[in-house]
Structure formats: structure tokens, C-alpha cells
């Protein structure tokens, strides 16, 4: 984890998953070591996060669930001043998106979702009033529950973003493929 600033959320990023459905789908190994132009996913997803500048945490230990994962993430980051959840499965994510998400959770919602073209993605935001809730996460559904309950007091942020690295998820060799066919344009290679 990189030192915290003030005021500043700490990015979670999400690598204690098994990759089951990328491995059902035909992948061989962890969805996260799989190479993307080159370089692992995950290094790809880390290196974003590095270059937002922000505090990050990167939670690995195998928890059995994506709840278990960011509840022992929160509590190990427990004085921070929110946090955005990032699954490490997301190596198109801009820094910049994580900056805009970070940003726009210093406001007076507790929650931060960024949209690309209408879908909802990831990272989600949360203030640090949302610590109890998500340090007491278990199972496989994440803070889905979390982000309901906040929904419903009307205190959620839908944060348009021109970045589909938002929802470029890899879940299978297929959207690995696709994944690092829009790296590539990206990048104008």
C-alpha cells in the first residue's frame, strides 16, 4: 500500500479471486497473471492505480468470497477517508477515472458509481461513512448490498465517464482478447 494522503480514498484493488469462470470458459491459469499486450492483468490494473496517485491496497489473501475480500480490505485501511473498489480484473481502467471517482466522492453522497455509455462499472466509491457496513461484507455478492442501502437514501453519485475500461472486465479468454484489442487501439499500436 502506498503512503495515504489526506482526504484521499484508498483504492482497493480486488486480487484474491480464483478466476473460476475465466478457467470454465477455456483459460488456463489465473485470469489475473494472463498476459494483456504483453503484460499480466493485474500489473496492467496496477499500473493505473499507480498512476491516479492515489493511496491503493491491493487485497490478495484467498478470502473465500468477493464480500470476505473488501471487508478485510476496509479493515486494513480502516482510517482512510473512503474507498474505491476495483476488481483487479480491469486493466483498461484510466487513472483519470479513478481520480474523477475519488473527486466526486468528496461531495455529499456516500457512494460514486462511474457509468461508461449507460453501464454501470467499477471502480465504486464510498465515503468513509460506509466503513461499518463494508468491513462487515461476507460472500460472494461484494458490496452490492451496500450500494443498494445507499441507493435508497438517495445518496449515490451515477458518474459519467468516457473510459470502457470501466466495464472491461475479464472474465473469459474472449473478453481478454477483446480487452487487449482495445489496449492496442489505445494505444495506436
Given at each position: 500500500m502506498t503512503t495515504q494522503k489526506a482526504n484521499s480514498p484508498v483504492v482497493?484493488?480486488?486480487?484474491?479471486?480464483r478466476g473460476e469462470r475465466f478457467i470454465a470458459a477455456g483459460g488456463t491459469g489465473s485470469k489475473l497473471t494472463a498476459l494483456l499486450a504483453g503484460r499480466p492483468v493485474l500489473e496492467r490494473t496496477l499500473d493505473a492505480v499507480r498512476a491516479s496517485g492515489l493511496p491503493w491496497h491491493m487485497e490478495d489473501a484467498g478470502h473465500p468470497g468477493m464480500g470476505d475480500s473488501i471487508a478485510a480490505a476496509?479493515?486494513?485501511t480502516s482510517g482512510a477517508a473512503g474507498w474505491l473498489i476495483l476488481p483487479g480484473d480491469l486493466p483498461l481502467v484510466q487513472p483519470r477515472t479513478l481520480q474523477a471517482v475519488a473527486a466526486a466522492l468528496n461531495g455529499a453522497v456516500n457512494a460514486v458509481q462511474p457509468q461508461y455509455l449507460g453501464e454501470r462499472?467499477?471502480?465504486?466509491?464510498?465515503?468513509?461513512?460506509c466503513g461499518a457496513q463494508l468491513a462487515a461484507?461476507?460472500?460472494t455478492a461484494g458490496a452490492a448490498s451496500v450500494l443498494r442501502a445507499m441507493r435508497a437514501i438517495d445518496s449515490v453519485v451515477d458518474l459519467a465517464v468516457d473510459d470502457v475500461g470501466v466495464v472491461t472486465d475479464i472474465d473469459t479468454p474472449e473478453a481478454l482478447a477483446r480487452a487487449e484489442a482495445l489496449w492496442l487501439a489505445r494505444e495506436g499500436a
Open positions: 482497493i484493488v480486488l486480487a484474491s479471486g476496509v479493515r486494513a462499472g467499477h471502480p465504486v466509491g464510498f465515503a468513509a461513512v461484507l461476507e460472500g
